[in-house]
């Protein structure tokens, strides 16, 4: 006999992979919506992660790379204000000594004696200053401190220019001491003879801090300094118009390096100012990467929403129509 | 003579309905039974006389259908066994948007290097080096052994399901001779068929089977790659299996069993395999074939990483072949040992928090007589700028061209994950081919309905019989009164 029937075992397994079917989408639908974010991202990105993974890797380096322009910028300012205040020594005791050179009067003599002494203590504790545990201008050894007293270099300096009688000879003893290897740098400078290395602050970007006590500059700035400090000092016992020439002479080699100040003052400014457009455009970077991850993984919520209530009460129906089906068989009806 | 007749055939009438009321009953109650064929009475008149003459039982079973839904049933047993292990080894990995992934370890290692050649001086920062350069070499441990482990799970069950058939063969052969001899005696066999559906189904799920009838109700049973699993008797499949898997151990080498069937060894690649195609067949893919090319990639993954800190120069305090920042447990990389190296990878004890701890040495060199300048940022800018460098792979296939270490991490990433999806689709494809077919194969169940139907009509015919039986007895009464 052939009769076409449907088996009852069909009908459960239709209903109840259906039923699984529906119950699944809910539970992924709600992970979505609670979420923002798409639950099956290899379906969304076709299989290749290239893009969204470079993005998180670019994501994660920006950050080490603020944190690095966030300590090359504070390097830089502590730096730049150091520099001004030297700047402000030098300037304020070459206008002393242009102004009051020549002078027969000893008072006057000792009083910018006096000062040169004091300010030389200024700039060398300001040249030893250190920011955040790192010393400024040592190179490397950021633990260092890079100059000694000021006593030392007097003393150092004393002994170098016994038995000087001229101005001239003054001069070129103390400028050879300076230049000397084994004179100043041996006697003074404790710090590396290695600048810092270039630090990256962002993709390809490199800011250098090449500053060191021991640059011409700043022992241009000691030397004249010292000199003008010893004129009255018992040991070298220098004649009086010695001393008004040395006093000159310092007055007047202080505003040439003044002028070397401001330029090496101009060029820190010129590496902040870069540092700070890097960071810039890491923060510009960062916040443009992050908006293109959201979209890329993002779930639109309205239509998540939507869905899901479309697939809820397609199960209330299911459940509704499994019931009813179940009441349909022909044993309710026999008797 | 014609009220014998009469009598005879209401009799024959009365016991085909009792056996058409016994096999609807049978059928009501098997109607939940997976694998049970649904019975129906053959019936034909008497040849010789009147009446009814029950010819047989039919076992209603399209064997198309059943053949199409073991099919779509071994189908999905492999899909499910392969998706099941890339799920296992996209968490063991990571995908693209975790932020645990060895993609990501890789770019946090980088970041800290930034950070630290910031300030060089910083312990805390050089510490953070360490901490994720341990944590990079980890991940990569952590997914060798995941594949390792998957692939010693494979093997395990490997051996469980080759019991399983062997077992399951015998009992078929059992069942089949029992069927052929009661077939020749006659007897009703409709419950050892169902019984032996059932067996092949099993045999089915891990291997997919063709069966072909012979004489007398018996069957022949061959496997998709064609290799004879019973006809007349059962083969028997051999293999031993290992204990626990390690990358050195693979099927080219002799070190992993394969299969032998009546003691002659098969095939068992996804390809050509004499058993392929069921969940024994995806165990082999797994543990020969998938697991093998997985432990792959990341091995070339680890050995990007050792060569790159391996460099000429990068770190002049460090001699020629000696082990860099990234070691094969504490040795340099040796090209004939890169089997298993993500499994070996370590950091360089001198450096490693859990060894000497000696962090200064990322700053001043691995080889180092003592602390340098604590402001030198040259060797970390170097550690960090050689994992920029784009470089050709020596081995592996993720490609020719030039990658930078950031690449090498995402390509593993991408490769996983895409398989892992390709796998689902397949997977999710086999679940509704199954389903469909199910689904026909089960249309032809029983149908209550139907039953309860045939039941109202036996019930009708009965007692019709049964009249007719008392008016013959009426009307012999009548006549023996004259």
Known sequence: ?????????????????????????????????????????????GGDFGYLADIDNSLIRLQSYTVAGNEAGLFLSST??????????????SDSLMSAVPTNLASVQDQLVAQASGRLETVIATLNGSIAGQSIFAGVSTDAIPLESAETLLNALRTELTGQTTAADVRAAAQAWFDDPAGFKATMYTGSDDPLEPIEVGPGERVSMTVRADDQVF???????????????????????????????AGIELLGVQDNLSSLRGAIGFTEARVEDAQVRNSAAKTSLESSRTTLLEADPFDTAIRLEDAQFRLESLYSVTVRTSQLSLVNFLR | MSLSTALNAALSGLMASGRAASLTSDNIANASTPGYGRRALEVSSQLLGSGVKVNGVTRHADPVLIANRRVAEADQAAASAVSSFYTRLTSAVGSASDPYSIASRLSSFEGSLI???????????????????????????????AVQEMRSDADRQIGTLVEDLNASLSELQVVNSRITSSTLRGASVTSLMDRRQQIVDKINAIVPVNVVAREHNQIAVYSEGGAILLDGSAATIGFSASNTLVPSMTIDNGNVSGLTINGFSVRTDSVGGALRGGSLG?????????GVAAQTDLDVVARDLIERYETPGLDP????????????MGNAFDPALEVG???????????????????????????????????????????????????????????????????????????VNQRANNAENTLTYANTILHEMSEIELSQSVDTDLELQNLLRIEQAYAANARMIEVVDDLMERLLRI
Do not use: Y
């Open chain 2, 282 to 290: 995806a165990a082999f893919q797994i543990r020969d074939e998938l």
């Open chain 2, 317 to 328: 305090t460090v001699a020629a072949n000696a082990p860099g920042l990234f070691t094969d």
């Open chain 1, 80 to 93: 730049q204000s150091r520099l001004e205040l030297v700047q402000e020594n030098v300037s304020e005791l």
């Open chain 2, 115 to 145: 950070e630290a050649s910031s300030r060089p001086d910083s312990a805390i920062r050089l510490d953070q080096i360490a901490v994720d350069a341990v944590s990079l070499a980890t991940a990569l441990n952590d997914a060798s052994d």
């Open chain 1, 219 to 249: 022992r241009d700035v000691m030397m004249n300094f010292a000199l003008t400090a010893l004129v009255s000092d018992p040991t070298l016992a220098l004649g009086h118009g010695v001393r008004n020439d040395i006093m000159l002479e």
């Open chain 1, 1 to 45: 006999m052939n009769v076409t029937s449907f088996g009852d075992l069909a009908q459960t397994l239709l209903l109840r992979s259906r039923t699984t079917t529906l119950k699944n989408s809910i539970k992924t639908m709600t992970d979505e919506l609670a979420s923002g974010q798409v639950s099956n991202v290899s379906a969304r990105l």
């Open chain 2, 341 to 415: 190296l993500s499994g070996r990878i370590q950091v360089n004890v001198a450096v490693d928090p859990n060894g000497d701890n000696e962090t200064w040495r990322l700053r001043d060199g691995l080889g180092a007589a003592g602390p340098g300048p604590i402001g030198n940022a040259a060797q970390l800018n170097a550690f960090r700028e050689v994992l920029t460098v784009e470089r050709t792979l020596a081995s592996g296939d993720f490609g020719t061209g030039t990658m930078a270490a950031a690449d090498v991490g995402t390509a593993l990433i991408s490769r």
